[in-house]
């Protein structure tokens, strides 16, 4: 296990100090205007309406469904999950683009050409089939590969920042470009170690052979991942309306240290504890009290490393001053430790039967958040204390399902 999370470590390590890079070229070139507000705003809905419409049809069950079939079914398994991954990213890009349009519409001041809108449609589709070979792939223990996207993407970004620096050019469509290329090369990069046969002929002759299991579709699971993965999106689409230009650039700052601890954690540590819990459910509270701890110490010293130095360092970083703002870095940190802790709680979910539960506990806390951010105060303070609360109930539920109401699932396995 600890060479498992060395190898995602490095992996992951190497592509968020990368992507901390390029956003600190894109702040230095740009500053906190509305082109740079564009840009954040547009990375996160295609990754928003990613994790919505195909994220939750691709990972809710696909390491657990190639763990419990022989390797002869892989390719059947892979197959069909590739063929739901394209469907809900066809209706996802479809989505982006109206959502778009909506958003012109009220007037933001985000204008999007149709050279846009085709290239964030195209991009949605290919992201669903990366993450099935990268899923793969991190099935197979390739860890270093599975986390190796975000350093190529955010790699190939630099260059497209670079050229519309040098340009002197504002196109949303360049930097589109640019990320277009980066997924191809990854899904290339990730498709190119599948190591079973992915053609017609090996699909007939195993549907002749055996009944292969598919994933079954769980809508309360899908639910669940696209109120928690659209937390973010429904921030930053409050933040567009009700406020002026640059803020979602001044709310993506006060998140990106505390986020790069997240992403670490969520892309080098998670993946080891959940396929460890996949493969041995009889351990469950002993890897998840781990990977807590584990998260609880990160957190803890990155918050004693910004108290320290958070002037300096937002300065010389982003050429921010973070004085009046101490108060929602602090909460932005909170924030950040219980969404990697309940995110594993919604992965859980799927395959521990309770995601259903945990649907209506989110939907309700989305409500919430929505009434007392309308009616009582818009502040970035509100929108984190809202957010927190959510991750917090979500973290809650689960552990009661978890450990306290003994799953039936749970008891079977162990019997």
């Given at each position: 296990?600890?060479k498992?999370?060395a190898?995602l470590?490095t992996s992951?390590?190497?592509?968020r ?7 600190q ?5 740009f500053?906190?205007?509305q082109?740079?507000?564009?840009i954040?705003y ?6 928003t309406?990613?994790?919505f419409?195909v994220?939750?049809?691709v990972?809710?069950s696909?390491i ?5 079939s ?6 059947s398994i892979?197959?069909?999950t590739?063929?739901v991954a394209?469907?809900?990213?066809v209706?996802?890009?479809i989505?982006?683009v109206l959502?778009?349009?909506?958003l012109?519409m009220?007037?933001?001041?985000l204008?999007?050409?149709?050279l846009d809108?085709i290239?964030i449609?195209?991009i949605?589709?290919?992201?669903g089939?990366?993450e099935?070979f990268?899923?793969?792939n991190q099935?197979r223990?390739?860890?270093f590969?599975y986390a190796?996207n975000?350093?190529?993407?955010n790699?190939?970004l630099i260059?497209?920042?670079l050229?519309?620096?040098?340009l002197?050019s504002?196109?949303?469509?360049i930097?589109l470009i ?6 191809l090369l990854?899904?290339f990069?990730?498709?190119n170690k599948?190591?079973?046969l992915l053609?017609k002929?090996?699909l007939?002759?195993?549907r002749?052979?055996e009944?292969?299991k598919?994933p ?8 669940v991942v696209?109120?928690?993965m659209?937390?973010t999106?429904l921030d930053?689409n ?9 803020i979602?650039?001044v709310?993506?700052i006060?998140?990106k240290?505390?986020?790069l601890?997240?992403s670490i ?8 504890f ?8 009889g351990?469950?509270k ?8 584990l998260?609880l110490?990160a ?7 910004l108290?320290?130095?958070?002037y300096q ?8 001053q973070?004085?009046g703002?101490e108060?929602?870095?602090l909460?932005?940190?909170i924030m ?6 309940s995110y594993m709680?919604?992965?859980?979910s ?5 995601s259903?539960?945990?649907f209506?506990v989110a939907?309700i ?5 929505i ?7 818009f502040?970035?303070?509100?929108i984190?204390y809202t957010?927190?609360?959510t991750?917090?109930c ?20 162990l019997?």
């Amino acid at each position: 296990m600890i060479k498992s999370i060395a190898s995602l470590f490095t992996s992951s390590l190497i592509g968020r100090i990368i992507g901390f890079f390029r956003f600190q070229l894109l702040v230095f070139f740009f500053s906190q205007t509305q082109f740079t507000d564009k840009i954040i705003y547009t990375t996160t809905l295609i990754w928003t309406l990613n994790n919505f419409f195909v994220i939750p049809n691709v990972n809710k069950s696909l390491i657990a469904d190639l763990s419990s079939s022989t390797k002869h079914n892989y390719s059947s398994i892979i197959r069909y999950t590739s063929k739901v991954a394209l469907r809900s990213g066809v209706f996802a890009g479809i989505i982006s683009v109206l959502i778009i349009l909506f958003l012109q519409m009220t007037g933001s001041g985000l204008n999007f050409k149709p050279l846009d809108l085709i290239l964030i449609f195209i991009i949605v589709i290919c992201l669903g089939q990366n993450e099935v070979f990268s899923l793969y792939n991190q099935f197979r223990k390739r860890f270093f590969l599975y986390a190796l996207n975000p350093a190529v993407w955010n790699s190939v970004l630099i260059g497209g920042i670079l050229t519309m620096w040098l340009l002197a050019s504002t196109d949303l469509y360049i930097y589109l470009i640019f990320l277009l290329i980066a997924i191809l090369l990854t899904l290339f990069m990730q498709y190119n170690k599948v190591d079973v046969l992915l053609g017609k002929q090996s699909l007939v002759k195993i549907r002749e052979t055996e009944k292969v299991k598919l994933p079954a579709k769980n809508y309360w699971y899908n639910g669940v991942v696209i109120l928690f993965m659209g937390t973010t999106f429904l921030d930053l689409n409050f933040i567009t309306v009700f406020s002026v230009a640059g803020i979602v650039t001044v709310y993506t700052i006060l998140l990106k240290i505390p986020e790069l601890m997240l992403s670490i954690i969520n892309g080098s540590v998670q993946p080891v504890f959940f396929n460890s819990i996949m493969d041995n459910q009889g351990r469950l509270k002993n890897n998840f009290s781990r990977f807590l701890l584990l998260s609880l110490v990160a957190f803890t010293l990155m918050g004693l490393f910004l108290f320290v130095f958070k002037y300096q360092l937002y300065q010389y970083l982003f050429n921010f001053q973070i004085a009046g703002f101490e108060s929602s870095l602090l909460l932005v940190l909170i924030m950040a430790f219980f969404a990697s802790f309940s995110y594993m709680i919604v992965r859980l979910s799927e395959e521990f039967k309770y995601s259903k539960s945990l649907f209506f506990v989110a939907l309700i806390m989305i409500v919430i958040k929505i009434f007392m951010i309308v009616t009582f105060d818009f502040s970035l303070n509100m929108i984190i204390y809202t957010n927190i609360a959510t991750y917090v109930c979500i973290t809650l539920i689960g552990l009661y399902f978890l450990f306290i109401r003994k799953n039936t699932h749970i008891l079977n396995i162990l019997d």
